[in-house]
């Protein structure tokens, strides 16, 4: 069992970033804490042709480092990003859901239905999805203020969320959460936090109970896990850290998943950490890092089942990077400044003139003549006296004679 932090260059829908925030010059590394059990494999993970390494905390270090530092051997994965029609529509039919919820939701604070902060998800859809679908009913998971969607993948009711965004009695929290605190006990879904960092550590304890059930309690068929979702901002507090710390050190059955926008409300990524590689510092403690497309719901879904079936098994947590990028401002309240977006009359002034362009493309090929019979055996053959061109240099198709007894051309 290994992973692999696959480097990429991917298009982000056409949303124009920076090219030094891409970290492509990274070198691509793959983690596992199993014992090496294959000298020579020789496929690669996530379609990459690229070499990976492979840290392994049981194997005789390649290099001088810390005792308690992995070491790092020569790896390619083997992987199979291939789903069911089933899984699928799965797939496709909860991100369809949480973009246009969130739509929904801008309409509805537009019309003054909601009140407070709203903080939608539009663009990310493919990381909630692609972790939150592979979990069980048991697992739990932890949000942030950007929780909505975490809430609706996880299985809970779009009345219940939509109600609740509402301020009303029949809200997942009775209406008394808003936007950035919903919780559903019946779905294991332990809150959304408004302060950065703040559901770490609670998501750090669901996985301590869970283990101190299974290793103290003895309840065997305890095998849950806890996913902590936050974003590229908050890896910078500490309250990350000391979670890392804890659970490499007790092995927690935890996955860390980072949501990297790229921006921290309106400071930039690049800007505010002095390596922009979040998925390094999970080595540091001890425990596998992971960079993964979050664009891409396939390989999304692979790295969470990897990660999720390692909790799982008791071998401890897991960093997953899920670079990323929200199409919307970090909240309604803010004015998307950061993207100066086109306004609603020029994209229209430019569909028009697409159309215009269009009638006239075709108005003109409907008009336009047909190709003379001369022409039929133009750039045919390169000999001039040869047989499209006759003796007195006029093309032998001309003579009424050159088609007798062929259907006219």
């Given at each position: 069992?290994?992973?692999?932090?696959?480097?990429?260059?991917?298009?982000?829908?056409?949303?124009?970033?920076?090219?030094?925030?891409?970290?492509?010059?990274?070198?691509?590394?793959?983690?596992?804490?199993?014992?090496?059990?294959?000298?020579?494999?020789?496929?690669?993970?996530?379609?990459?042709?690229?070499?990976?390494?492979?840290?392994?905390?049981?194997?005789?270090?390649?290099?001088?480092?810390?005792?308690?530092?992995?070491?790092?051997?020569?790896?390619?994965?083997?992987?199979?990003l291939?789903?069911?029609?089933?899984?699928?529509?799965?797939?496709?039919?909860?991100?369809?859901?949480?973009?246009?919820?969130?739509?929904?939701?801008?309409?509805?604070?537009?019309?003054?239905?909601?009140?407070?902060?709203?903080?939608?998800?539009?663009?990310?859809?493919?990381?909630?999805?692609?972790?939150?679908?592979?979990?069980?009913?048991?697992?739990?998971?932890?949000?942030?203020?950007?929780?909505?969607?975490?809430?609706?993948?996880?299985?809970?009711?779009?009345?219940a969320?939509?109600?609740?965004?509402?301020?009303?009695?029949?809200?997942?929290?009775?209406?008394?959460?808003?936007?950035?605190?919903?919780?559903?006990?019946?779905?294991?879904?332990?809150?959304?936090?408004?302060?950065?960092?703040?559901?770490?550590?609670?998501?750090?304890?669901?996985?301590?109970?869970?283990?101190?059930?299974?290793?103290v309690?003895?309840?065997?068929?305890?095998?849950?896990?806890?996913?902590?979702?936050?974003?590229?901002?908050t890896?910078?507090?500490?309250?990350?850290?000391?979670?890392?710390?804890?659970?490499?050190?007790?092995?927690?059955?935890?996955?860390?998943?980072?949501?990297?926008?790229?921006?921290?409300?309106?400071?930039?990524?690049?800007?505010?950490?002095?390596?922009?590689?979040?998925w390094?510092?999970?080595?540091?403690?001890?425990?596998?890092?992971?960079?993964?497309?979050?664009?891409?719901?396939?390989?999304v879904?692979?790295?969470?089942?990897?990660?999720?079936?390692?909790?799982?098994?008791?071998?401890?947590?897991?960093?997953?990077?899920c670079?990323?990028?929200?199409?919307?401002?970090?909240?309604?309240?803010?004015?998307?400044?950061?993207?100066?977006?086109?306004?609603?009359?020029?994209?229209?002034?430019?569909?028009?003139?697409?159309?215009?362009?269009?009638?006239?493309?075709?108005?003109?090929?409907?008009?336009?003549?047909?190709?003379?019979?001369?022409?039929?055996?133009?750039?045919?053959f390169?000999?001039?006296?040869?047989?499209?061109?006759?003796?007195?240099?006029?093309?032998?198709?001309?003579?009424?004679?050159?088609?007798?007894?062929?259907?006219?051309?």
């Amino acid at each position: 069992m290994s992973f692999t932090a696959t480097k990429f260059s991917h298009s982000l829908l056409a949303v124009p970033i920076n090219s030094s925030t891409l970290r492509s010059n990274d070198k691509p590394l793959s983690f596992s804490t199993d014992l090496f059990k294959n000298n020579n494999p020789s496929s690669s993970f996530l379609g990459s042709t690229q070499k990976l390494l492979r840290f392994n905390a049981f194997n005789k270090p390649l290099f001088h480092r810390r005792s308690s530092s992995p070491s790092a051997v020569l790896l390619q994965q083997t992987s199979n990003l291939l789903i069911t029609k089933e899984e699928g529509l799965v797939l496709y039919e909860d991100m369809v859901l949480g973009r246009s919820f969130e739509d929904k939701c801008a309409e509805m604070y537009y019309r003054g239905k909601m009140f407070g902060f709203v903080h939608l998800y539009n663009g990310q859809e493919a990381v909630s999805t692609g972790f939150i679908k592979y979990l069980r009913q048991e697992d739990c998971i932890v949000s942030t203020y950007r929780d909505h969607v975490h809430a609706l993948s996880k299985g809970v009711p779009s009345r219940a969320v939509m109600s609740e965004l509402f301020g009303k009695a029949t809200g997942c929290c009775r209406g008394q959460g808003g936007s950035m605190h919903m919780f559903s006990k019946e779905h294991n879904v332990l809150g959304g936090f408004a302060f950065i960092g703040e559901g770490i550590p609670v998501a750090t304890g669901a996985a301590f109970s869970m283990k101190y059930k299974r290793e103290v309690l003895n309840q065997a068929d305890s095998d849950n896990v806890t996913l902590a979702f936050f974003g590229d901002g908050t890896c910078n507090n500490g309250q990350f850290f000391e979670c890392l710390n804890m659970a490499a050190l007790w092995k927690l059955p935890i996955v860390f998943v980072v949501e990297n926008n790229l921006w921290a409300i309106g400071m930039s990524h690049i800007r505010a950490t002095s390596d922009p590689a979040i998925w390094k510092k999970g080595p540091a403690f001890g425990m596998p890092g992971v960079h993964v497309d979050g664009m891409d719901v396939l390989k999304v879904r692979e790295v969470a089942k990897e990660a999720i079936d390692r909790a799982r098994r008791g071998e401890g947590p897991t960093l997953v990077e899920c670079e990323t990028y929200r199409f919307r401002g970090h909240s309604l309240a803010d004015p998307d400044e950061l993207r100066n977006p086109a306004t609603e009359q020029e994209l229209k002034t430019i569909d028009k003139k697409i159309d215009e362009i269009l009638e006239d493309a075709v108005e003109f090929a409907e008009k336009s003549p047909q190709p003379p019979r001369s022409q039929l055996l133009e750039n045919v053959f390169a000999d001039p006296k040869g047989f499209g061109i006759g003796p007195d240099g006029r093309y032998r198709c001309e003579d009424p004679k050159f088609t007798e007894g062929t259907a006219h051309v």
